[in-house]
Nanobody
C-alpha cells in the first residue's frame, strides 16, 4: 500500500507562485508515473500535469502550459508542482496521484490541498 502526503498549498495573490509537494511511502516510487490533478467547486476533476517514471516526457494541460513545471526526485520519493504567474482560475483543490507500473489507472491519491488565488 502506498501513502501520498501533500504539502505546499495556501493563499496567494494573482501573479504569485507556489510549490506543491507530494511525498510517497514505500520502496517502489520510481515505478510510478505521477500526476497532479485539480478540482474547482462545481467543476469536474481535471489533469494538470503528468510525469513519467524516469522524469521524462512531462505533460501539461493547455491552461497551465508555460506557467507550471512538474518534477520528481526519486531519491526523496517526492514529486513537485511549481506554479508561477498564478491566476484566480487556478483556485482549486489539488491532488497528487500515483499510477503503478502495470496498472491502467491512478490507484493511489493524496489527501488534497487547497490553492486559492486572490485577484
Amino acid at each position: 500500500q502506498v501513502q501520498l502526503v501533500q504539502s505546499g498549498g495556501g493563499l496567494v495573490q494573482a501573479g504569485g507562485s507556489l510549490r506543491l509537494s507530494c511525498a510517497a511511502s514505500g520502496r517502489t516510487f520510481s515505478s510510478y508515473a505521477m500526476g497532479w490533478f485539480r478540482q474547482a467547486p462545481g467543476k469536474e476533476r481535471e489533469v494538470v500535469a503528468v510525469i513519467s517514471r524516469s522524469g521524462g516526457s512531462p505533460y501539461y494541460a493547455d491552461s497551465v502550459k508555460g506557467r507550471c513545471t512538474i518534477s520528481r526526485d526519486n531519491a526523496q520519493n517526492t514529486v513537485y508542482l511549481q506554479m508561477n504567474s498564478l491566476k484566480p482560475e487556478d483556485t482549486a483543490v489539488y491532488y497528487c496521484a500515483a499510477n503503478p507500473y502495470g496498472s491502467n489507472r491512478y490507484e493511489y491519491w493524496g489527501q488534497g490541498t487547497q490553492v486559492t488565488v486572490s485577484s
